[in-house]
Nanobody, 121 residues
Framework: QVQLVESGGGLVQAGGSLRLSCAAS??????VGWFRQAPGKEREFVAH????????YYAESVKGRFTISTDNAKNTVYLQMDSLKPGDTAVYYC????????????????WGQGTQVTVSS
């Protein structure tokens, strides 16, 4: 069974950077997505990468600031977050993509437990 574990969250000032990691229990041979959920809001799509790492998609709100990448040797998917804003504050989750729209959480399974990102102004 696939297990994904997120890490790397923390408290950072606006304009700062963080790198999140999504470590898989085995070889990553499937696409992976990052989502985030702020208090009182729906879980929203952030970024997606195919298993070979040569195809990526981003939400408009993070395009140009966030970069998703994969290191298959380490069975890990990363989310590099630069120029962070207070509006990026949320719990960030990674999940395995199976089917359907890449930007919709319904197509993802095997969610991790999440990692908290807090951006102060």
């Amino acid at each position: 069974q696939v297990q994904l574990v997120e890490s790397g969250g923390g408290l950072v000032q606006a304009g700062g950077s963080l790198r999140l990691s999504c470590a898989a229990s085995g070889r990553i041979w499937y696409p992976v997505g990052w989502f985030r959920q702020a208090p009182g809001k729906e879980r929203e799509f952030v970024a997606h990468i195919n298993y070979s790492g040569d195809s990526t998609y981003y939400a408009e709100s993070v395009k140009g600031r966030f970069t998703i990448s994969t290191d298959n040797a380490k069975n890990t998917v990363y989310l590099q977050m630069d120029s962070l804003k207070p509006g990026d504050t949320a719990v960030y989750y990674c999940a395995r993509y199976l089917r359907g729209s890449i930007g919709q959480k319904g197509g993802y399974y095997y969610w991790g437990q999440g990692t908290q990102v807090t951006v102060s102004s």
